[in-house]
C-alpha cells in the first residue's frame, strides 16, 4: 500500500509542477516579459523533455526574434513528438519558407493539410512556397482554396493578383483587384501601383 502511494504521490507532483511553470510563463507573456517567460519555457524543458508547449513557445520566441535557424531546430523537434498535429507541420512550413527552403517548405505544408485540409493559413504558406519556385498554376490553386475558407482576408487575393501579372495575365490580375477593391481599397490602390494597372479602365 505505501509503495503504490509512493509511485502515485511524484507524477502528481509533476503534473503540478509542469502546470504551474506553464500559467508562470503565460503570466509573464500577458505582462509583456517576453525573456523572462522564455526563461521559464527552458526550465520546463530541463525538467520535462517533451513538453511540446515548452517546445513550441521556445520556437516562437526565437521566430519572433528572428533566429530563423534556433526556430527552426524547435519546431522539427515539435513534429518529430507530435507528427500528427497539423499546427506542427505548419510551423515548420512557416520558418522553412522563411528560411527560402521552399520545397521543404512545401512538403511541410501539404503535410499539414493532408491533416487538416482546412487549415487556411497552410494553403497560403504553399502559395507562398509554390510562388518561390515559380510553380505558379499551383499556386493560384493554393490561394483559391485560401480564400474559399478565408474570403474576405486580402492576403491571398494579392498574391493572386501578382501572380497573374508573372503569368502575363493582366485581365485575370484586374479581375482579382477589383474584387479586392470591394472590401480592402488599399490594398488594391497598392496593387495598383505596383502592377500599373487601373481599376478605373474598363477591359
Sequence with gaps: ?????????????TRLTLLLLRLKAKALLVLGLRDSARAVFEEILVRFA?????????????????DHPTALAYFE??????????NA?????????????SALAEQAFRRSLA?????????????LALV????????????KRN??????SPFAWYQMAR???EMNQPDEALTVMRHLNGFEPKVAAQLERETGLSLSVLR
Excluded: C
Design 89 to 101: 507541420h505548419f510551423n515548420l512550413g512557416f520558418v522553412l519558407e522563411g528560411l527560402g527552403r
Design 132 to 143: 518561390r519556385q515559380r510553380r505558379f498554376v499551383e499556386a493560384i490553386e493554393a490561394f
Design 77 to 86: 523537434r515539435a513534429v518529430a513528438l507530435s507528427p500528427e498535429s497539423s
Design 115 to 127: 491533416l487538416d485540409d482546412k487549415m487556411d493559413r497552410a494553403w497560403y504558406g504553399l502559395g
Design 1 to 13: 500500500m505505501n509503495s503504490i502511494a509512493l509511485s502515485v504521490k511524484p507524477r502528481g507532483a
Design 163 to 165: 501572380v497573374y501579372m
Design 147 to 152: 480564400t474559399t475558407l478565408q474570403s474576405m
Design 50 to 66: 517533451n513538453d511540446v508547449q515548452a517546445i513550441n513557445s521556445l520556437g516562437y520566441h526565437a521566430l519572433s526574434a528572428g
